[in-house]
């Protein structure tokens, strides 16, 4: 089993930064693949960006537009997102997930965090 904390989300403006983490903890010494998705209200769960155990070729949702960063410290444990220029299009429960694919399909993932919310304001 592998128990993920999200954290770092909260309120910015258009335009603003944040910086999500998720740490792992359990099994952690297999040599999983993360990924962060996002769900907003009413919205159905999508894909934001995955990274693979060697952090080699982390991709990207298109809408991401080289404005998130993926990156993870496998000797923390911890896979971050930095989000620059935020947009109210943004706002959404961000969740990091972990499994032995990176993938922007959801069903591959095996594990799940409870999600960090973050809200971008006009």
């Known amino acids: 089993q592998v128990q993920l904390v999200e954290s770092g989300g909260g309120l910015v403006q258009a335009g603003g930064s944040l910086r999500l983490s998720c740490a792992a903890s359990g099994r952690t010494s297999s040599p999983y693949a993360m990924g962060w998705f996002r769900q907003a209200p009413g919205k159905e769960r999508e894909f934001v960006a995955a990274?693979?155990?060697?952090?080699?070729?982390?991709y990207y949702a298109d809408f991401v537009k080289d404005r998130f960063t993926i990156s993870r410290d496998n000797t923390e444990t911890t896979i971050y997102l930095q989000m620059n220029s935020l947009e109210p299009e943004d706002t959404a429960v961000y969740y990091c997930a972990a499994g032995e694919v990176a993938t922007g399909f959801s069903d591959p993932y095996d594990y799940w965090g409870q999600g960090t919310q973050v809200t971008v304001s006009s």
């Open positions: 990274i693979s155990w060697s952090s080699s070729d982390p």
